[in-house]
């Protein structure tokens, strides 16, 4: 495998002017009368969501707030054990693929970038999410396959994601997506140089030590410190939080009293993103507004909302 230098994986990026951090602070969107003084990042977006047209998609984004978004795709539709016979293609929600992203960023290059996928157990996984790294994706995700998360074929894309720096997006979800989440510390722990961002169900309902057992995905309990993912991101440098979709939020709602002291705790590795498949970009159907609200509301401090909404991500991705 050719190792690139991390100035080629971002030349895309570059020449095409997608993020420019001198000017963020005071960035003027579309539609919108006057500049953003408080920039987002949100890292978790997909294309062709539901039947949610791009239009729809760059209006609900910016109804957000949201001034840069990274777009998820899904595999290529395959039919296998990894994909649960086809139910899981379009990360089980219809989302289109990498070219779509790709294409579409190219349209917005001041409002999107993008990451690449595919099903880690199809022959030509590596080469295909290796050709959207060198056109510029800042990462690889979301991985959402039926698959172990330790398995054979999800260790040679942690292998790609080391050689170009790039952190890689994982959805949790037990006796569905990415098994023995309580084995993941290994790989943390064989790959030190890859940051790996965890995502939805059983990565948030594991915030809690009293979580035993697994089927619940949205637990409502008051929360114990110490569960899998507490560990997790305090014990290991790569690990870090997405803290998108209605996994991330209940996470937040569910014992505030524990999130502020969790925020705190994690502030330098929670990322904001949505996930949300809404069309308006806010009122009570949007989630994704929902999140930066809380986050808005239970940071500890501005400082610390600033972090999360914003700026662990442009330190993460090199923006």
Known sequence: MKVLPSVSRRGFIT????????????????GLSEPLAEPIIDIHQHTDYMGRTHDQLMAH????????????????PAFGLSTHKGQSNGLQAKCSGNETCYNLV????????????EV???????????????????LIGESKFGVTCDSPDMQRIYEL??????????????????????????MLEKYPNVNFIGHAQTFWANIDKAHQDQTVLYPKTKVTPGGITDRLLSDYPNMYADMSAGSGLNALLRDEEHTRGFLDRHQN????????LDAAGHGPECQGSQTI?????LAPSKRIERKILYENAKKLFRL
């Not at 949201?66 to 777009?71: F, M």
């Open 15 to 30: 020449r095409s002017g997608i993020f420019l951090a001198g000017t963020a602070m005071n960035l003027k969107l579309p």
């Open 120 to 138: 880690p157990d199809l022959p030509d996984a590596t080469l295909e999410i290796e050709k959207y790294l060198k056109l510029g994706a800042l």
């Open 161 to 186: 994601a080391q050689s170009y720096r790039v952190p890689v997006l994982m959805h949790w979800q037990h006796g569905m997506y990415n098994y023995d989440f309580d084995r993941f510390h290994t």
């Open 293 to 297: 609200a809380a986050i808005r509301r």
């Open 269 to 276: 590795k929670i990322l904001y993103g949505s996930d949300c």
């Open 61 to 76: 984004q910016r109804a957000m707030g949201v001034t840069t978004t990274i777009l998820l795709p899904a595999g290529t």
């Open 106 to 117: 190219k349209q917005y290059p001041q409002e999107l970038l993008f990451a690449a996928n």
